[in-house]
């Protein structure tokens, strides 16, 4: 039985730090507000020149350094991103062209927003197992504050850019046990960025539109409903878990789900303090800081779990 097993995790986030401070300058909010109600105190935005490839690429050579391995042994790129550099080639051609991996491996994105990178790591979990690839390099990467209206302290507030990045390989020891992807189209309007290019022009509005309590609410029954399915469907219990490493959107989500699974906030990464929400990236994100802080150690299990637009949601059970 091939598993496959994390090698080595990177993250990256751009060096502009900005706090609800610096926000409350420019929108109508308050620190006291966007702590109360999201946890959040600062998020990192990309400069101008700073592309989600960049990001993701950064975070890709510090995993691929842990990991202790040369760009040309992946055989697979999987990016997990929502804000792709260009409507096409996918994001992953052009990490792939930027590590200068000349070996002809596939690349493509997956997109599913927040849960981006539960779908991908699940994907490159069945190519491991199938035996359709040896090492592959996932990625969840964004720059959603170019989707982000800055004048709408409803949504603006919420977000910031980083990438993380793991690189997985085929080992006979245990690694990925059990994962779960689940989606439902019908909840496309509580979350999505309607903006298309056609004609030569943008149809629909090119921002980020939420209704964020009807979010609020499904999150949190529908993450924790697929975490203790992974769980109880993997032959564990919640007490074997180690570490729940949460998509970071929200400290009350993230409360809440810790709270149904009954492990206590000592048991779970929290990033989102300092990350914001960056949707695909943000697991990627709080598992590297858990892993380089000293948090998560080798042979502990873990559980991430996200849930984004679509709406899109997973879970993956792993030993570290
Ligand atoms: N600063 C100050 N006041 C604000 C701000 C702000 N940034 N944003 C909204 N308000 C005001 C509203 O205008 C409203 O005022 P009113 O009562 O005078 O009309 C009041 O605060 C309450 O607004 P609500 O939307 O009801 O606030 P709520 O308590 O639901 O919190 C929040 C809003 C934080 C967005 C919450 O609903 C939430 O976290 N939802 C989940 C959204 C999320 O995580 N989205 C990320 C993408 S999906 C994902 O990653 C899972």
Not at 54 to 74: K, Q, Y
Not at 265 to 293: F, M, R, Y
Request: net charge negative; proline share 3%; hydrophobic share 40%.
């Amino acid at each position: 039985m091939q598993y496959a097993k994390i090698l080595g995790t990177g993250s990256y986030l751009p060096a502009n730090r900005v706090s609800n401070d610096d926000l409350a300058r420019k929108v109508d909010t308050s620190d006291e507000w966007i702590t109360t109600r999201t946890g959040i105190k600062f998020r990192h935005i990309a400069d101008d020149g700073e592309k989600t490839s960049d990001l993701a690429v950064e975070a890709a050579r510090r995993a691929l350094a842990d990991a202790a391995t040369d760009a040309d042994e992946i055989d697979l790129i999987i990016v997990a991103t929502a804000t792709p550099d260009m409507q096409f080639p996918s994001t992953a051609t052009i990490v792939q062209q930027k590590l200068g991996i000349a070996n002809g491996c596939p690349a493509f994105d997956v997109q599913a927003v927040c849960a981006g990178f539960m779908y991908a790591l699940n994907t490159a979990d069945a190519y491991i197992k199938s035996g359709m690839a040896e090492k592959v390099l996932v990625i969840g990467a964004e720059t959603f504050s170019r989707i982000v209206d800055w004048n709408d302290r409803t949504t603006c507030v919420l977000f910031g850019d980083g990438a993380g990045a793991v690189v997985l390989g085929a080992s006979e020891e245990t690694g990925i046990i059990h994962g779960k992807l689940k989606a439902d189209g019908n909840y496309l309007g509580l979350l999505n960025t309607p903006g298309q290019i056609a004609n030569g022009q943008i149809c629909g509005s090119p921002y980020l539109t939420m209704d964020g309590p009807g979010v609020f609410k499904f999150a949190v029954k529908m993450l924790a409903k697929v975490a203790e399915e992974v769980i109880s469907e993997a032959g564990f219990t919640a007490e074997q878990i180690d570490w729940l490493v949460p998509h970071q959107a929200n400290r009350r989500i993230i409360e809440s789900t810790a709270k149904h699974l009954g492990l206590p906030l000592e048991k779970v990464i929290l990033t989102v303090q300092d990350h914001g929400n960056t949707s695909a990236a943000s697991i990627p994100l709080a598992l590297d800081s858990g892993i380089k802080n000293g948090q998560i150690r080798r042979g502990q299990h873990l559980l991430l779990e996200g849930i984004g637009g679509g709406f899109a949601w997973g879970a993956v059970l792993l030993r570290y």
